[in-house]
């Protein structure tokens, strides 16, 4: 995702990066979670009308979208995006106007509701309300990049809630038949809104389900940014060599309840939920790279500064923006004359 030039620590080189891809990583993990703070206090402030939270989410996604080439490769995200999404190309004030539903929302116009990003200009597929839907689009992508010899490779996510949908073993299946250039991604927090995986799975790790469709099935510790883009690249690279899908189950934390709607304090005792924070990709990430000396103080402070004043700024341009006129509530939904 950045220029192969500069220092390489040992750290970096441990996985064929350069330190400031280091640098930049630990930026969008920060910047995540620091937008999604703020969506949460818009929300209780009466704001925004509603929150899906990322966090214990992000160095995951950072680290398995980090391989993925920008304006090339696709993304089907799920509305827990968030990092994915601005770690492929989008802007935090992207994140905040699809928040307040604004007319000049790049994701939809205003005419979704919160946490369904999509950007034409990224290559990042809209998010439909009806979970797992996505995969199916993603190996579409797929298929026509095969057909057509582009080199291109889609990738998507989901939780492991949503892995369970019927639409993932129709797709996955016929990805895996036809060998196409697909990576699907599930980050499993543990838990389908407040129902845990002992209640969802049968199988241990969503990822034993990949030996029934003929494809490699990963386990990575989705608090593990470095751990999370090694297992990415292989995946990549076998998905654009034409060796077919990789299914890689990411071992994540969910730090917040399922939603702004959702409390999770109802299902999940204190001793768990801090527990969890142990496993948070922030500050285990931060941590990883001071030892190795490529977060100094200085570069800390400085990305400090950057994404608050990134995010204050997303926040007032949200704000500022103006509402969807409703006369255009039906463009897009159904097909119109325009004089052509």
Sequence with gaps: MT????????LAASVGLYDDDLVQMYRYVALARA????????NRAGRIPFVISGQGHEGAQVGITWPLERHQDWIAPFYRSIATCLTFGMEARDILTAQYATALDPSSGGRQMP???GSHEHNIVSVSSPVATQLLHAVGIALAAKIRGTGQVALTTMGEGSSNQGDVHEGLNFAAI??????????NNGYAISVPAARQLAVADVADR??????????VDGSDVLACYAASREAIERARSGDGPTLIEAKVTRLTAHSSDDQQ???????ELAAERERDPLPLFRSQLEEAGVLTEEIATRLAAEIKLAVDDATDVAEAQVDPDPATAMRF????DDGR
């Design 115 to 117: 946490g369904h990003y």
């Design 35 to 42: 937008l999604d703070e703020r969506m949460w206090i818009l």
């Design 333 to 336: 939904v159904y097909a119109e």
């Design 3 to 10: 220029d192969r030039t500069g220092k390489q620590g040992s």
């Design 210 to 219: 990949a030996a029934g469709y003929g494809i490699p099935g990963v386990i």
């Design 265 to 271: 304090t109802k299902y999940r005792s204190a001793e």
């Design 178 to 187: 036809h060998k196409l250039p697909f990576v699907f991604v599930v980050e």
